[in-house]
């Protein structure tokens, strides 16, 4: 079965540090993978989905960069960090015409 | 791009009665409707869709319709429970692999 990895559930970090975020996928090759940012009570923001290795779109302009180094894996990444970078980010990947199966998340605090 | 408009924003019902959470579309060309729950600090997840080839979907409590020629999408859901408390979030695909996600509903049910 396919399951979706997402790491650290929760991080709380100083404004100007860098950020790392990594999704991993299992059982499945080839998916479409998305990063999405949700502020406190808000909608979901798309910021980047990858269609293959290597192969990043930016949905909007950010202080965030993404990266596909391997087929399953994605990651989600900042040179430094901005208050306005708090949030939850979360995971996911699509397989066929079928929706998302998200990730649990990760809980980042800028400070 | 897809642009996805829900309504309504907060919505209390009491224990029993029904829920309808409305959405519309832009994009004619749009034609797979997810719509996700996210509980409290949890990830949203898959709880229905429906493509445009279908007019109308159920499962168990929960249903959706969807009117292609209005460009509209509902979710009713009844006899609401306690548990069905959460945010609500419709979504719409063209078959680009992404997903238009629209602002969200919070969903009270009163005991």
């Known amino acids: 079965s396919q399951t979706i990895h997402q790491w650290p559930a929760t991080l709380v970090q100083p404004v100007g540090s860098p950020l790392s975020l990594e999704c991993t996928v299992e059982?499945?090759?080839?998916?479409?993978l998305y990063w999405y940012r949700q502020a406190a009570g808000r909608g979901l923001q798309l910021l980047f989905y990858s269609v293959g290795i290597g192969q990043i779109s930016s949905e909007v302009p950010q202080n965030l960069s993404a990266s596909r180094p391997q087929d399953r894996q994605f990651i989600l990444s900042s040179k430094k960090l901005l208050l306005s970078d708090s949030g939850f980010y979360l995971c996911?990947?699509?397989?066929?015409?079928?929706?998302?199966?998200f990730g649990s998340g990760t809980r980042l605090t800028v400070v | 791009g897809e642009n996805v408009e829900q309504h309504p924003s907060t919505l209390s019902v009491q224990e029993g009665d029904s829920a309808v959470i409305k959405c519309t579309y832009s994009?004619?060309?749009?034609?797979?409707f997810p719509w996700y729950k996210q509980e409290l600090g949890k990830r949203p997840q898959l709880i229905i869709d429906i493509r445009s080839n279908v007019g109308e979907k159920k499962d168990q409590r929960i249903a959706v319709t969807l009117n292609k020629t209005a460009k509209h999408f509902s979710l009713h859901i009844t006899e609401t429970q306690p548990e069905d408390s959460a945010v609500y979030f419709c979504a719409a695909s063209k078959g680009d692999y992404k997903l238009s996600f629209g602002a969200g509903t919070t969903v009270t049910v009163r005991a």
């Open positions: 994009d004619s060309a749009s034609n797979y």
């Open positions: 059982g499945t090759s080839n998916p479409n």
């Open positions: 996911a990947w699509r397989s066929g015409g079928v929706g998302y199966t």
